[in-house]
């Protein structure tokens, strides 16, 4: 059956620890701020959790975060991890996730790039100032 989602992220967080305790998707992201004072983003990690202040409570523990630290230290533009996320029920994280991975494609994620194992699925996305992630996400059962 056909579902929409719609999510509304929240700004960046510079510090996974100041996550709410809410169920959400998140969203890893390479920052950079460019000369003239403007955020340059890359979409790096889709996630998904029960609670995300739980999910990060320990930060070097999540595999996407560690990768995307490691990324940027390695980068010489000065580039930064910072976290956007909004609120999802709980029986819809797996497949809002899924649909957002297959969406965008993060170069982190290993799962659900190739395929989409849901029925049709929208998630209509908005609070990100600039993102990779189209303001439209429709994925079809492949």
Known sequence: MKQEYYL???DYVENPKNL???S???LIRKTKRKNDGTLS????YVGKAENLNDRFSDPNK???YVKAQKLCSNSKDNSYVSISYAECPKNSLDR???CL??????KLNTFNTKTFDYDATTVYVGGIRKSSLDNINVAQKK
Do not use: D
Request: a negative charge; hydrophobic letters at 35%.
């Open 62 to 64: 999540h595999e996407g």
């Open 101 to 106: 991975i297959y969406t965008s494609k993060p």
């Open 41 to 44: 983003v890359e979409l790096l």
């Open 24 to 26: 959400g998707i998140y």
């Open 8 to 10: 509304k992220f929240n």
């Open 20 to 22: 709410p305790s809410v």
């Open 96 to 98: 809002v996730e899924a």
